[in-house]
């Protein structure tokens, strides 16, 4: 890395160059090792050996850092005196480079960096988002640590069952370890060498403390939102620092451009969330005692929205339309002062969602894109995610670690630019999105010619008839792809005919339960 040689130098001309090392959790076939939260334990403890730099930042594979002053931002807030002895970890937002102008996927996650992690920053500070984030050590390794917990012998028990069998790396976590020199070729550089081999094993972890007390925990796929909320229920707080929309974002990266990576995603995402919701470390519960009421919630909200929308949207898009096609009405009729109620809340919560788009700089179709993905995922990912949680919570599924792919695809990225759906992807993806939209468009059918025709009263059915529409406007996307498109992203023939099976078996069955 240094082409010109260091002789006739003076020695304060001498410029070192970073130490840089790669590491790899040890691979086994006897023991899990395709789990993020086990390589970052790994590099934690590996990298104390090395460097034990009191702050870390952390990145994703697919995120790099796009302005290097982050380090000076993170670090105002580490060095802030009144600040600094409780500050965990200064969170930045994510940016994406490969986010189209229309962003049909919602892929930027707009709702997140721009209104509920500032919201949470008012509190004790946002989530611990799994990159972009400049951590303390001390807060990652001993999460409720206090000053003078390693005054104990080195050799004592309580240390060896937190922190492993390693004494080198027990004696990095003392406030006065002075590391070994890296330059030195000899012995003390084949000892870290053998050192770090120990600490990068799989066993190592064994009959520890790691990722249940120390280190990222393992409770969860979304062992990054569950660390970070564990930190904050003993104390400590983060930051949240994002840039103003006309500065230069501090870290870029990609993210997902088609729907089967999207969807994938967002399981994986869902049953990480309520596996902690399901957990002992529930917010409802282990945060009521240790945090804030609102930050509790706060908490709360996240690890169950998963399951508390892929519930409620299921049944609006079900029900209603069942019961419209067989001309019985859920709603009061439009003449009815209880009607405004219902019309007031369904219009109160698209409005303040546009507002929320508008006011972060968006324009009105990207309101459109995130109602309609918001109902794709709920009716989708989010279901599968509860679930796959919930089966793992009875022991009727293991756990699993589905990553994101990261290798973009032309033809894949055409489509995604040109604002159209990839449906290329799993079928129980897709039959659920064709299913829902062939029973409302048969539940608007027969109901308007029960209006038309067979005398019911338009004003009973106003409700249900508008939320039909709604649901087949906002989705107009999937319809496209069944009958309209004829690129390879449109929706195959035979999915198309599965959903109808699967739609005529629902109406039939459910006008059968509803006659009796």
């Given at each position: ?105 919602d892929s930027e996650v707009r709702s997140a960096y721009t ?138 990266g990609t993210s997902t451009t088609n729907l089967n990576d ?255």
């Amino acid at each position: 890395m240094e082409e010109n040689s260091k002789e006739g130098l003076l020695e304060d001309q001498i410029i070192e160059m970073p130490l840089l090392v790669y590491v790899s959790r040890e691979k086994s076939t006897s023991q899990f090792h395709h789990f993020k939260a086990g390589a970052v334990n790994v590099l934690l403890r590996v990298s104390a050996m090395l460097t034990n730099s009191p702050y870390i930042l952390m990145l994703d594979c697919d995120m790099y850092c796009n302005d290097p002053t982050s380090a000076r931002q993170a670090m105002c807030f580490h060095f802030d005196p009144e600040m600094s002895p409780s500050l965990a970890f200064v969170q930045f937002p994510q940016a994406f480079r490969d986010i189209s102008e229309n962003d049909i996927y919602d892929s930027e996650v707009r709702s997140a960096y721009t209104i509920l992690w500032p919201g949470l920053d008012g509190l004790k500070g946002p989530v611990l988002s799994g990159t972009n984030f400049y951590i303390k050590r001390e807060a990652l390794c001993c999460h409720s640590i206090k000053k003078g917990h390693f005054a104990h012998s080195l050799y004592s028990r309580e240390l060896k069952d937190s922190f492993g069998p390693s004494n080198e790396f027990i004696k990095s976590l003392r406030q006065d370890y002075k590391k070994p020199n890296l330059n030195d070729n000899g012995e003390a550089s084949n000892m870290l060498l053998e050192e770090a081999k120990v600490l990068a094993s799989c066993s190592y972890e064994d009959h520890t403390k790691w990722g249940k007390e120390v280190g990222f925990l393992y409770d969860s796929v979304a062992e990054d939102f569950l660390t970070g909320f564990v930190m904050q229920c003993k104390g400590w707080i983060s930051s949240y620092v994002a840039p103003s929309s006309s500065s230069r974002p501090q870290f870029l990266g990609t993210s997902t451009t088609n729907l089967n990576d999207l969807l994938t995603q967002g399981t994986r995402w869902g049953s990480g969330l309520v596996d902690v919701a399901l957990s002992r470390f529930s917010p409802l519960f282990y945060g009521s005692s240790r945090t804030s009421f609102l930050h509790s919630m706060g908490y709360a909200e996240l690890s169950l929205f998963p399951l508390l929308y892929c519930l409620p949207l299921w049944c609006f898009a079900t029900i209603p339309p069942l019961y419209l096609l067989n001309g019985i009405p859920l709603y009061p009729e439009v003449s009815d002062p209880y009607f405004s109620i219902f019309l007031f809340i369904f219009l109160s919560s698209l409005s303040k969602h546009l507002h929320e788009v508008v006011v972060t700089g968006r324009p009105i179709r990207k309101w459109i894109n995130e109602q309609r993905i918001w109902m794709i995922k709920s009716v989708t990912c989010h279901l599968y995610g509860s679930l796959d949680a919930i089966l793992k919570k009875f022991d009727l599924r293991k756990a699993s670690f589905l990553t994101t792919n990261k290798v973009a695809d032309n033809e894949q990225i055409k489509l995604y630019r040109g604002g159209k759906f990839d449906f290329r992807t799993s079928t129980i993806f897709v039959a659920p999105l064709v299913t829902v939209m062939l029973v409302n468009l048969a539940s608007i059918v027969g109901g308007v010619y029960r209006i038309m025709f067979m005398g019911t009263d338009w004003r009973k059915m106003f409700g249900q008839v508008l939320l039909s529409f709604y649901i087949i406007v906002m989705n107009y996307v999937v319809i496209e792809g069944m009958v309209l498109r004829k690129d390879k992203g449109r929706i195959p023939l035979y999915v198309n005919v599965l959903s109808i099976v699967f739609s005529l078996i629902f109406l039939s069955l459910g006008s059968i339960i509803i006659s009796n």
